[in-house]
């Protein structure tokens, strides 16, 4: 009984946030954290109350991320409180104080609130994978993981289709201040909204093939298959895939060019493992599969994504900032490349590097890495990533071990691909709601390998 409502409470802290704000609001982000604090507690002590079998490969991965992931809080918590490296020998404090009017006194960050809010953050995320990862010990709940996530996604997809199709401009009770025209749903941002629905869209790709493996089962071969096949993508499978049309409609309606390919990325890469681990990739059913899901990108693109289309044709002035941002950025890696500026303080340390060319009030760096890496240093910056890949890994895992589940596990790492591939031009990895789906499905899948 307590474990069930451990889980139960995990999937409410990792999903509730991405209804509210995308989890960014700190009387969102600060419950969230204490209860999943209280939830761990609880969580650890029935685990070790339970017999031990000895440590999984899974468990040395997880082990090996949790030490790198520590070691970046760590450092960043440092930063905050004064006591490690100063980032200041190139003269960033003085100048974020000559340009912005604050007085920055002489410690590891720019923005010691910031990266004491950046530290609960990794908490955060760090908190509600290892709840995933050990409450989620069974392929029921790992399934159930992938309902919660789809059933939220449609949710904010519905809420984001209704308020375009209304013309209404708000953000639930808050007037929209940014994106005025374009679906953003719950969130304040359509870039990272689009990257939200890519990982629902991948869930709802593994529930889809789960049922149809269900629906044909593999030692069924012939025409007899394939009337199956028929049969199920005529009827209930049109049930199934409803809710992620919807979420491909509103991803469309956020007008995201990039995020719209990192939807497209997580879609083809989820369907294309599930087909090449669950059948012969050349088998009527794969290619028809795969065929399927590229029609219906390109159907929704030509009825509703011609905006986006448009603006994709030429480079406009904002990607063309963006790449004088990623050279401001590099400049001010350079300065500072072990210690970095202090996690969160991006903000007052681009005011002293960014060009004459950068008219608007950028920020956050468009990438996620160089971001990383100017704000903790490269070493800090290269354990997250570490940490991160080790974590991949071990979902990617049950792909390969885990034959029956390897649609879900298929759809975790589709998930973390996109967005990883949209961080390199926007920053949906700094993103609450973002990382906390994540977590909670790469946990889950983490935990059956």
Not at 122 to 127: I, K, T
Not at 168 to 179: A, G, I, N, P, T
Not at 205 to 213: C, D, G, K, Q
Not at 427 to 433: C, R
Request: some cysteine.
């Amino acid at each position: 009984m307590l474990a069930r409502l451990c889980f139960h409470a995990t999937l409410a802290i990792a999903l509730l946030p991405a209804l509210l704000f995308a989890g960014r609001p700190l009387w969102v982000l600060a419950p969230a954290a204490v209860a999943a604090g209280l939830v761990l507690i609880v969580a650890a002590a029935a685990r070790f109350r339970a017999p031990n079998g000895g440590m999984t490969w899974s468990d040395r991965l997880v082990l090996a991320a949790g030490l790198a992931w520590l070691a970046v809080i760590g450092y960043a918590a440092s930063q905050a409180f004064g006591v490690g490296p100063a980032a200041g020998a190139g003269g960033d404090w003085a100048a974020a104080a000559g340009l912005t009017g604050q007085e920055f006194p002489a410690r590891g960050s720019l923005n010691a609130g910031a990266t004491a809010l950046g530290c609960l953050r990794l908490s955060l995320y760090a908190g509600v994978f290892l709840l995933a990862y050990w409450t989620c010990r069974g392929r029921d709940d790992a399934w159930r993981v992938m309902w919660a996530v789809v059933g939220v996604a449609t949710a904010a997809a519905l809420y984001a289709v209704l308020a375009k199709i209304a013309g209404v401009e708000y953000v639930l009770w808050q007037e929209k201040r940014y994106y005025v025209g374009y679906a953003t749903g719950p969130f304040p941002n359509r870039n990272t909204f689009a990257t939200f629905l890519a990982i629902g869209l991948a869930a709802n790709v593994a529930i889809w093939a789960r049922a149809l493996r269900r629906a044909a089962p593999g030692d069924i071969e012939g025409q007899e298959k394939l009337r199956l096949v028929l049969e199920f993508a005529t009827k209930r499978g049109v049930l199934l895939a409803a809710p992620g049309l919807l979420m491909a409609l509103a991803g469309l309606m956020t007008g995201s060019r990039a995020g719209l390919a990192a939807m497209a990325l997580a879609v083809v890469a989820t369907a294309l493992v599930i087909a090449l681990r669950t059948a012969s990739a050349r088998s009527p059913a794969s290619i028809a599969a795969i065929a399927g899901v590229v029609a219906i990108l390109g159907a929704l693109w030509a009825l509703g994504g011609s905006g986006a289309a448009n603006r994709g044709v030429s480079l406009d002035a904002s990607y063309e900032q963006r790449a004088e941002l990623f050279q401001d950025t590099r400049r001010m890696i350079a300065e500072a490349p072990l210690a970095g500026v202090g996690l969160g303080a991006f903000p007052e340390a681009i005011h002293r590097h960014k060009t004459t060319e950068l008219t608007n009030d950028w920020r956050r760096a468009h990438n996620v890495y160089l971001e990383a890496a100017a704000e903790l240093g490269l070493p800090a910056a290269a354990l997250m990533l570490l940490a991160v890949g080790l974590v991949g890994f071990a979902a990617a895992r049950a792909v390969f071990t885990r034959r029956r589940l390897a649609p879900m596990a298929a759809a975790s790492v589709g998930g973390l691909l996109a967005a990883a591939a949209h961080s390199l031009v926007d920053f949906p990895l700094q993103e609450p709601a973002v990382v906390l789906v994540l977590a909670v499905t790469l946990g889950a899948a983490a935990s059956q390998a």
